[in-house]
């Protein structure tokens, strides 16, 4: 019989093993995790005969919703399975499952990010629906960039999170306390260059957190700009960042991203689910 409980300390080799198997992560990177965010409670497992099946870790944001308020809501990440136990459907049993705690947390709301196109089927099987969406684009860099205008002011995980706010001010969209924060900012340290950052303009502060890909360049994965001021940006960010691939992610697009599914049912009725929301920064 299986079993679904929040994980123990003793847990963390075979979390480890399950995260590595399912997603290929350096040590370095799932380090961060475990040191920067990491407690029991925020990692449920599934066991089978005394060994971890399942896991799905967990960061706790809040949906904020204009005129409506906020609502506690668990982000699921590194939802995995042992792959000599896949096809058996125990990562849906553990989602299922991991809902009664939730609940008994005052969580209202659980999000999520699917790694990969097929996977939004099955969240979508385990009571999730599409809600969240952004915008990647590519700023095509010049040979020779300008002269670099001003600097880029790094910020503390608190700092950004606070101005983060401040940008997404009127956008429903998910909240990440300073302490989720320390996490990217864990994730944005690993490649140089890499950052929460702001950036002054003629209208106000600009929030970027800038992360390393696989081949080396950055990918700023949120750009939160003051109306009216995106080109400038874009212009100026060559210079001020030179590893940036030129790849940039915004509010502002409707490529499907994240999923929600409300706990409470009066929630998920009252819920427009033809409107879409801003989750952002998902560690992917």
Not at 33 to 38: D, R
Not at 53 to 81: I, K
Not at 231 to 241: S, V
Request: glycine share 10%.
């Amino acid at each position: 019989m299986a079993i679904v409980r929040p994980s123990v300390p003793a847990d963390i080799p075979a979390q480890r093993q399950l995260w590595q198997l399912a997603f290929g992560d350096d040590g370095a990177y799932v380090d961060n995790f475990y040191t920067a965010y990491y407690r029991p409670e925020r990692v449920l497992v599934l066991e089978e005969a005394g060994a971890v099946r399942a896991m799905t870790a967990w960061f706790d944001t809040a949906f904020v919703v204009p005129g409506r308020g906020e609502f506690r809501a668990a982000y699921l990440y590194a939802v995995a399975t042992h792959p000599e136990r896949r096809g058996r459907g125990l990562a849906g049993e553990l989602l299922a499952r991991a809902d009664g705690f939730f609940r008994t947390w005052d969580i209202l709301a659980v999000t999520t990010v699917p790694a990969e196109p097929s996977l939004h089927n099955f969240f979508g099987g385990n009571g999730f629906r599409e809600c969240f969406v952004h915008g990647q684009f590519r700023y095509d860099r010049p040979s020779a960039p300008a002269p670099a205008e001003g600097e880029l002011e790094s910020l503390s995980p608190a700092a950004y999170a606070a101005l983060r706010e401040e940008r997404l001010a009127g956008r429903a969209h998910i909240a990440l306390s300073p302490e989720v924060m320390a996490y990217q900012a864990g994730a944005c340290a690993l490649a140089p260059g890499g950052g929460l950052y702001a950036l002054d303009t003629p209208r106000g502060r600009a929030a970027l957190c800038a992360e390393g890909m696989g081949d080396g360049s950055l990918l700023v994965k949120e750009l939160l700009c003051p109306p009216g001021e995106l080109e400038n940006i874009l212009a100026r960010l060559p210079a001020l960042l030179p590893r940036w691939s030129g790849l940039y992610r915004t509010p502002d697009g409707d490529i499907p991203f994240g999923m929600l599914k409300w706990l409470d049912p009066a929630l998920d009725r009252a819920w427009d689910w033809s409107s879409a929301a801003y989750l952002g920064l998902a560690f992917d």
